[in-house]
Structure formats: C-alpha cells, structure tokens
C-alpha cells in the first residue's frame, strides 16, 4: 500500500523559515513505480480550496512550481532515503496552511503545458502537516 508521510510542520515567525519533508513508501510493493510519478506539495489554508505549490518528477527531479511558490519554495528529493522536501524561505502570514504531499501520474513537462498542477491530477495523498506562520 501507498504511503506518503508529511514531517516538519511547526510555527515559525514571518520572514523565516521551514522545511518540510515527505516519505514515500509502498510503490513497489504495489507493483508502481516511481519512475512515472511526479510527487508534488499542495496547502489548503482554513476555508480556501487546496492549491498546489510545487512537483518534482520523483527519478527525473524535474520540477514545476505554482507563481506563488517560485523564488521562496524549493521543492527538491532524496532518492536514497525516498523522501521529497519542500524548503520554504520568507514566510508570510499568507502561507499559514496545512501542507500535504501527494503522488500522481502526470509529468512536470504536462504540468508546464497545463500551467497548474490541480488536485485531481494525484492519486496518493499524506495526511498533511500544520504550516502556522505567526509572531
């Protein structure tokens, strides 16, 4: 079975930083590969819709990022520890959310075509990690 499990949430003041980090594990033993898969980070902040900030192509490490995450967010992966992370840098109040990552079929080359990276494009989903951005 699939799992993605999302780490390194906390509070942090604005202008600082966090890193996120997501473990992914049970591809193989579902007989998947994540050769074929682009693992991205999405938030949803309280009473707004999930958005998606950034993917990465798991073996390429090609990557796609939404404007709001370019020039802060970083999202990069360890093929080693199978793990994706997400460097976030210069926090504002406006990125306080729940992070999750997530698993789908969809190429960064699709992605750049397409302009976004909706939800529906991810089969598998974390549980989501609790961003506060706060003084």
């Known amino acids: 079975q699939v799992h993605l499990v999302e780490s390194g949430g906390g509070l942090v003041q604005p202008g600082g930083s966090l890193r996120l980090s997501c473990e992914v594990s049970?591809?193989?033993?579902?007989?998947?590969?994540?050769?074929?898969?682009?693992i991205g980070w999405f938030r949803q902040a309280p009473g707004q819709e999930r958005e998606g900030v950034a993917c990465?192509?798991?073996?390429?490490?090609?990557?796609f990022y939404e404007d709001s995450a370019k020039g802060r967010f970083t999202i990069a992966r360890d093929l080693a520890k199978n793990t994706a992370s997400l460097q976030m840098s210069s926090l504002e109040p406006e990125d306080t959310a729940v992070y999750y990552c997530?698993?789908?079929?969809?190429?960064?080359?699709?992605?750049?075509?397409?302009?976004?990276?909706?939800?529906?494009?991810?089969?598998?989903w974390g549980q989501g990690t609790l961003v506060n951005v706060s003084s």
């Open positions: 049970g591809f193989e033993e579902s007989g998947l590969s994540l050769d074929y898969y682009c």
């Open positions: 990465i192509d798991f073996t390429k490490g090609s990557t």
């Open positions: 997530a698993a789908g079929s969809t190429s960064t080359a699709v992605l750049q075509a397409v302009g976004s990276m909706p939800p529906r494009f991810y089969d598998y």
